[in-house]
């Protein structure tokens, strides 16, 4: 089945230690966003590619960066993670309508819950 | 701005009740409308969507209809189940853009 995948499920960190999260996708959509959800909150965007192009929200720490070296995977690093950092981190995809596809509908991967001791 | 307003959880029902979580809007445009659900340590699944006015979308014995006179797409079910307990997130998009604004999300928790 086409899906999005994410690695690990669960990432144990130390405080400022980097760390980084992995997404493939295997729906071949163009479009691979990242969100932190923090406990009981809505997910939050942190920022998305369109094809090979880099769209960060305006509040979006420094901290946090991201790197999709092809159309099937997306990273978010994580320079030197904080307590108020730990969070799920979801991936979704979708596929533009210039491809045939519907932009605003997303499809999520099943998170990757960061800890920081 | 785009902003969404869910009824607050959490929900408790017995099973077989009917269930209705309000979810209203504020958009500029003419948005496209989706629920999320999201069970226990999982990611986002997407439930329905409608993307135009009076549009009904369904699955998995939900509904929601989109109404653009009260700005409202309320999430219907008419027997919930215990497997039916999670959290369920509205959200919209407007103008085929990438983004998505979320409600702040409704627990649902059914009992027998």
């Known amino acids: 089945d086409a899906m999005v995948i994410q690695n690990p499920r669960y990432q144990v960190t130390q405080f400022g230690k980097p760390v980084t999260l992995s997404c493939s996708q295997t729906?071949?959509?163009?479009?691979m966003y990242w969100y932190q959800q923090k406990s009981s909150q809505a997910p939050k965007l942190l920022f998305h590619y369109y094809d090979k192009d880099f769209n960060n929200e305006a509040d979006t720490p420094d901290n946090f960066q991201s790197r999709r070296p092809n159309t099937s995977f997306c990273f978010l690093d994580i320079r030197s993670p904080g307590l108020g950092d730990a969070a799920m981190y979801l991936c979704?995809?979708?596929?533009?309508?210039?491809?045939?596809?519907?932009?605003?509908?997303?499809?999520f991967g099943p998170g990757t819950r960061l800890t920081v001791l | 701005g785009d902003s969404v307003t869910q009824m607050e959880g959490p929900v408790t029902l017995s099973e077989e009740a009917f269930l209705t979580i309000n979810c209203t809007y504020t958009?500029?445009?003419?948005?496209?409308l989706f629920w999320y659900v999201q069970y226990p340590g999982e990611g986002l699944q997407l439930l329905l969507k409608a993307t135009k006015a009076d549009d009904k979308g369904s699955n998995k014995g939900f509904e929601a209809t989109y109404r653009k006179e009260t700005t409202s797409f309320h999430l219907e079910k008419g027997s919930v189940q215990v497997s039916d307990s999670a959290v369920y997130f509205c959200a919209l998009s407007t103008g085929g853009g990438n983004k998505l604004t979320f409600g702040t999300g409704t627990q649902l928790k059914v009992e027998l």
């Open positions: 979704a995809t979708s596929r533009d309508r210039a491809v045939g596809g519907s932009t605003d509908t997303q499809y």
């Open positions: 729906l071949n959509h163009n479009v």
């Open positions: 958009a500029t445009g003419y948005p496209s």
